[in-house]
């Protein structure tokens, strides 16, 4: 059926550092892709998205690439600091799934002094 | 606080109860999610709702769930004789109204189920 992978599933970085997460899809119609930062304890939030009709979208340390025909996008995160320290999730609108909001599997990011 | 809030944070039960979960969503959205999240994976969509209107349900969704949203405001959803694969994360989301892919979650409800 229509997923979302995710990798790495735990990435540790020093500080200062960039972190690169990357999500494939299978779904060649899906036209909306979220990234979201999960702390202990505390639900998703949304951190950055993009369109399929953008390429990239940055917010200060913070950008999304995305490339279509290869179907996959990747969330950067630069001069990485310890609050970033987080489990990242991408997502994605399957329209095999329904007006919903699939999630991939989460990559545990530990930004490291 | 204008998030969206559920209600328990925590929730042990013991197996065969019912039990129940309310979500509050950020005031005027009006679409309302339920997920749920083991530990180690992504959340798992459950059901949403469109105003008071259920639209769709997951597979996942056994006879035992029912999620209500009687007046297009909050939510509650309901797991009934409550079994030890059921203990997980529920996390409820809204979002507004023409906008939906972007999900504003709550901090969720943790299951214990003894």
């Known amino acids: 059926g229509e997923n979302v992978e995710q990798h790495p599933s735990t990435l540790s970085v020093q500080e200062g550092d960039s972190a690169v997460i990357k999500c494939t899809y299978s779904d060649s119609a899906s036209n909306y892709f979220p990234w979201y930062k999960q702390e202990l304890g505390k639900g998703p939030q949304l951190i950055i998205d993009?369109?399929?009709?953008?390429g990239e979208k940055k917010d200060q340390r913070i950008a999304v690439t995305l490339n279509k025909t290869a179907k996959h996008f990747s969330l950067h995160i630069t001069e990485t600091q310890p609050e970033d320290s987080a489990v990242y999730f991408c997502a994605g609108i399957l329209t095999g799934g329904g007006n919903k909001l699939t999630f991939g599997t989460g990559t545990q990011l530990k930004v490291e002094l | 606080d204008t998030g969206v809030s559920q209600n328990p944070r925590h929730k042990i039960t013991k197996r065969g109860q019912n039990v129940t979960f309310r979500c509050d969503p950020i005031?005027?959205?009006?679409?309302l999610y339920w997920y749920r999240q083991t530990l180690g994976q992504g959340p798992e969509f459950l059901t949403y709702f469109q105003n008071e209107a259920q639209l769709e349900k997951s597979r996942l969704l056994s006879d035992r769930f029912s999620a209500e949203r009687p007046k297009g405001s909050f939510s509650t959803l309901e797991i009934q004789r409550t079994e030890q694969g059921d203990s997980a994360m529920y996390l409820c989301?809204?979002?507004?109204?023409?906008?939906?892919?972007?999900?504003?979650f709550g901090s969720g409800t943790q299951l214990s189920v003894l």
């Open positions: 993009i369109r399929s009709n953008v």
């Open positions: 005031s005027e959205h009006n679409r």
């Open positions: 989301a809204s979002s507004p109204t023409g906008i939906g892919e972007k999900l504003f």
